[in-house]
């Protein structure tokens, strides 16, 4: 493993034009496949656990699934309604819908109970999750009326036309990111290097990287179907990475650069770096990748979407890093030394590369304490993190439905005013019953009596009529329950719960060889966030596990990996911690432009465990990494940590500031649960970068000088010349 990367570095800088047309014939080669076989999208199967799950697997079975629904609501732009006008444009818009391939069935116009809107309910073919493919051409009728009928407003919602248009706002909202990350990327890189075309080269790998991932990720979709969120999880995961990678990797190429001071050619400078720098990239990639690869304990089709995302890209990217970085340093070192001997050859002198300077005053000044007194800075940094992370132990968690989407989306404006005229449309609960076909009029029955119940329920929409229906073979019976309270309500869970734990087991529950289960929006939202916090002990626990055998792995010492865990686990809680102060209550709301769901989205903490633990390894491979080779360089363990942490100081904080702002601009988002994971995962890499890195790490090792290693410890050699022929050893 150590010799791999300074094997591909070598035949790399000795091919260097064969691996940059290989790399971008592999970028190439990977998106065409990836859109020549297309993406295999996850269908409503995919989504179903629990209760709520296996009802709806009940109710398909009978033909008697959800079907993707749109509602027209018909009002007067201002006064009462003209009742003739809002039925000629009711009219019209039937008969243009029943016209539509994508059209199963249009309902009957029905006016609201204050006679000041008419609903048309437009039922759409095809399963539920093609509802927002095959929206678009209702919404062009819908149009169309309304341009037909200047004095009316008329607008159409649903869950179809509510997915598209979440979808087409996540699209604007990925594009704003991306033009608020690169120019800031570009600025740190340029700040770092000094030079354009360095400051390039970590870019250019970078959304390479993502190119050939997004590709990739194509063809896994066919092995594991796509939610529609790894996109998202490549681009937010591959510039971060893609940046970082490179970045450590250029920086060290120009530390041999400067300390060999012209003594060696620019092949020889690749192996160098790769020997310390590319062992550090693999291992790194390795930690993130078998981090990530957790989630698959989830058993859960978003979360398995999300890790096979990271895992490309992070493959994708520690490639590029091996074998066309590699490439491209030798190409731009030859232009350098072109340009010395150009210089030389017309009497000039040559500008020797001067060694950078590793720690500058605002380093200096935040490593001193960690120097001066690392007992009083480790004792102060930790309880400050654990005062942090305290505010977690109140943390809620909801699964943000589509109550929680943007406002700014009309089709969410449309349905505001839709479940305020008609109440009983905010939430429906479906029982399911399936039995043999001779017992389907004593499960009706049984049906008809729960929905009697419920109707003298305060809970339950009293003006709602429940009605039973029957799948044609008689097996399969399904009861709707409308409820006038949002999905997220107290008032829906309870109503929720009064059907699974009262009125189900007192009727259809008591009839044997029956089997039931209650569906719909809430049910799924309760039974998803039962299943997740189910599994986040598996999860949590290999993740624990697989953090501490890489370190150990990486650098033989069981205190090492304790010691990553645990500084691991006080940066994750105190980012946790800070999300619940910012997003769990209301204060923070027009400063970071959301409307709190009063709890946290349920799939953040876990997804932020898993990806930080990841992350959180390239700094911790990096930093002790140069801790690491210091004394086997001959340093003492005090000495080295010193000198490994402001060796590395300023690349970690350069590249944290590469991740903060690609996450950070996740904020600007207006999805919720996207804006959640942004901040949580900004807070941590800012928290891990420089409190953890700068002031824990620091001063935990310090106090433990030696002891840090056990069982091993580095065997110390003396500082070895730089050479200038022959063979390089691997000196990481």
Same mark, same amino acid.
């Given at each position: 493993m150590s010799q791999l990367p300074v094997r591909?570095?070598?035949?790399?800088?000795? +091919? $260097?034009?064969?691996?940059?047309?290989?790399?971008?014939?592999?970028?190439?080669?990977? &998106?065409?496949?990836?859109?020549?076989?297309?993406? +295999?999208?996850a269908t409503t199967e995919d989504y179903r656990v629990g209760e709520a799950g296996r009802a709806e697997a009940i109710a398909a079975a009978g033909g008697m699934q959800q079907r993707p629904t749109e509602q027209i609501i018909i009002h007067a732009r201002s006064g009462p309604l003209d009742t003739a006008a809002a039925a000629s444009a009711a009219q019209e818009l039937t008969e243009r819908m029943r016209k539509l391939p994508e059209v199963d069935g249009v309902a009957p116009p029905v006016r609201s109970k204050d006679g000041q809107v008419v609903r048309v309910s437009v039922v759409l073919n095809g399963p539920e999750l093609d509802g927002k493919k095959n929206v678009v051409p209702l919404l062009a009728q819908t149009a169309k009326v309304r341009d037909g009928h200047p004095d009316l407003i008329v607008e159409e919602t649903g869950s179809p036309s509510i997915s598209k248009g979440v979808n087409d706002q996540r699209g604007k909202d990925l594009t704003l990111s991306e033009r608020i990350t690169?120019?800031?990327?570009?600025?740190?890189?340029?700040?770092? &290097?000094?030079?354009?075309?360095?400051?390039?080269?970590?870019?250019?790998?970078?959304?390479?990287?993502?190119?050939?991932?997004?590709?990739?990720?194509?063809? $896994?979709?066919?092995?594991?179907?796509?939610?529609?969120?790894?996109?998202?999880?490549?681009?937010?995961?591959?510039?971060?990475?893609?940046?970082?990678?490179?970045?450590?990797?250029?920086?060290?190429?120009?530390?041999?650069?400067?300390?060999?001071?012209?003594?060696?050619?620019?092949?020889?400078? #690749?192996?160098?770096?790769?020997?310390?720098?590319?062992?550090?990239?693999? #291992?790194?990639?390795?930690?993130?990748? #078998?981090?990530?690869a957790t989630l698959y304990l989830a058993t859960d089709v978003i979360f398995s979407s999300l890790a096979t995302g990271t895992i490309l890209v992070v493959t994708v990217a520690v490639v590029s890093s091996l074998t066309v970085l590699p490439a491209l340093l030798v190409k731009i070192g030859h232009r350098t030394e072109l340009r010395a001997a150009h210089r030389a050859a017309r009497g000039k002198p040559v500008r020797a590369k001067r060694a950078e300077a590793e720690t500058g005053r605002v380093f200096g000044a935040l490593l001193r304490p960690a120097h001066k007194h690392p007992a009083l800075t480790l004792c102060v940094s930790t309880l400050v993190m654990l005062a942090l992370a305290a505010p977690a132990l109140g943390l809620r968690l909801v699964d943000p439905g589509k109550d929680t989407f943007s406002r700014d989306i009309p089709a969410m404006q449309a349905y505001d005013r839709l479940t305020t005229a008609f109440p009983e449309l905010l939430v429906k609960h479906v029982v399911v019953a399936r039995s043999t076909p001779e017992r389907a009029a004593q499960v009706q029955h049984a049906l008809t009596d729960l929905g009697r119940r419920a109707q003298a329920?305060?809970?339950?929409?009293?003006?709602?009529?429940?009605t039973v229906r029957t799948s044609a073979d008689g097996r399969v019976s399904v009861l709707e329950l409308a409820v006038p309270f949002p999905a997220p309500s107290a008032q829906s869970i309870e109503s929720l719960d009064h059907i699974r734990k009262d009125y189900l087991p007192a009727t259809v529950g008591?009839?044997?060889?029956?089997?039931?289960?209650?569906?719909?929006?809430?049910?799924?939202?309760?039974?998803?966030?039962? +299943?997740?916090?189910?599994?986040?002990?598996?999860?949590?626990? &290999?993740?624990?596990?697989?953090?501490?055998?890489?370190?150990?792995?990486?650098?033989?010492?069981?205190?090492?990996?304790?010691?990553?865990?645990?500084?691991?686990?006080?940066?994750?809680?105190?980012?946790?911690?800070?999300?619940v102060v910012f997003f769990q209550g209301t204060w923070a709301e027009d400063l970071l432009a959301f409307h709190s769901l009063g709890a946290i989205a349920s799939r953040v903490p876990l997804f932020l465990f898993v990806i930080l633990f990841g992350l959180s390894m390239d700094y911790q491979v990096f930093v002790v990494g140069r801790i690491h080779e210091a004394m086997r360089n001959g340093m003492s363990a005090r000495e080295a940590v010193l000198d490994g942490i402001s060796r590395s100081a300023k690349v970690v904080t350069s590249a944290a500031i590469v991740m903060v702002t690609v996450f950070g601009a996740f904020v600007a988002l207006h999805l919720t649960e996207m804006k959640q994971m942004g901040f949580c995962l900004a807070v941590a890499v800012l928290l891990d970068a420089v409190v953890i890195r700068l002031l824990v790490l620091p001063s935990l090792l310090l106090l433990l000088g030696d002891r840090a290693w056990w069982p091993s410890r580095p065997a110390r050699r003396a500082h070895a010349a730089v050479p200038t022929t022959g063979p390089l050893q691997n000196v990481g």
């Open positions: 591909i570095a070598r035949w790399s800088a000795r +091919h $260097a034009w064969r691996a940059i047309a290989g790399w971008f014939a592999f970028v190439i080669l990977c &998106f065409g496949v990836g859109v020549t076989v297309g993406s +295999h999208e690169l120019p800031v990327t570009l600025i740190t890189l340029l700040i770092v &290097f000094g030079s354009v075309v360095m400051a390039g080269v970590p870019l250019l790998l970078a959304l390479s990287s993502i190119t050939a991932a997004l590709g990739l990720s194509m063809v $896994a979709s066919h092995v594991l179907p796509d939610p529609g969120v790894g996109t998202n999880m490549i681009l937010l995961i591959g510039l971060a990475v893609g940046v970082d990678y490179t970045l450590f990797y250029l920086k060290r190429e120009r530390e041999e650069r400067a300390r060999a001071g012209g003594r060696l050619s620019s092949e020889a400078l #690749v192996e160098l770096a790769a020997a310390t720098a590319g062992r550090a990239i693999v #291992v790194s990639g390795l930690a993130v990748i #078998v981090s990530t329920d305060p809970l339950f929409a009293e003006d709602a009529e429940p008591r009839l044997s060889g029956v089997e039931t289960g209650v569906s719909g929006d809430v049910a799924r939202g309760r039974d998803y966030v039962d +299943h997740e916090n189910s599994k986040l002990p598996l999860v949590i626990g &290999f993740l624990l596990l697989a953090t501490f055998v890489m370190t150990v792995w990486a650098f033989r010492s069981v205190v090492i990996g304790l010691i990553g865990v645990a500084l691991n686990l006080l940066s994750a809680g105190a980012s946790l911690g800070l999300l």
